[in-house]
Nanobody
Framework: QLHLVESGGGLVQPGGSLTLSCAASGFTLDYYAIGWFRQAPGKEREGVSCINRVGDDTFYRDSVKGRFTISRDNAKNTVYLQMSSLKPEDTAVYYC?????????????????WGQGTQVTVSS
């Protein structure tokens, strides 16, 4: 079966850092671009960042540019999201998913094989 499993979430103070991991099983990660998404309570899911198959092209939503960094280690079948200077508005469940279309996208309809999510809470 195809799975993506997110980990690394937790409670962090404003200004702090966390690194999320997205591990793939059942398929070869380097065949796909991978995206990170988040959903806060009462809000729609939004795309955060995505990375191409080889890791040399990335895309970020404006609100996380300069604070978040997406990367991948295809040998470990894992994609990472380093988050720094975290703000309370970054609080959400974070998901990773594999992209099915060419190029880089932050539209959820272009992705499948969603993980179960990992909770990130930014609070003092």
């Amino acid at each position: 079966q195809l799975h993506l499993v997110e980990s690394g979430g937790g409670l962090v103070q404003p200004g702090g850092s966390l690194t999320l991991s997205c591990a793939a099983s059942g398929f070869t990660l380097d065949y796909y671009a991978i995206g990170w998404f988040r959903q806060a309570p009462g809000k729609e899911r939004e795309g955060v960042s995505c990375i191409n198959r080889v890791g040399d092209d990335t895309f970020y939503r404006d609100s996380v540019k300069g604070r978040f960094t997406i990367s991948r280690d295809n040998a470990k079948n894992t994609v990472y999201l380093q988050m720094s200077s975290l703000k309370p508005e970054d609080t959400a469940v974070y998901y990773c998913a594999r992209q099915l279309v060419a190029g880089l996208s932050l539209s959820g309809t272009d992705f499948d094989t969603w993980g179960q999510g990992t909770q990130v809470t930014v609070s003092s």
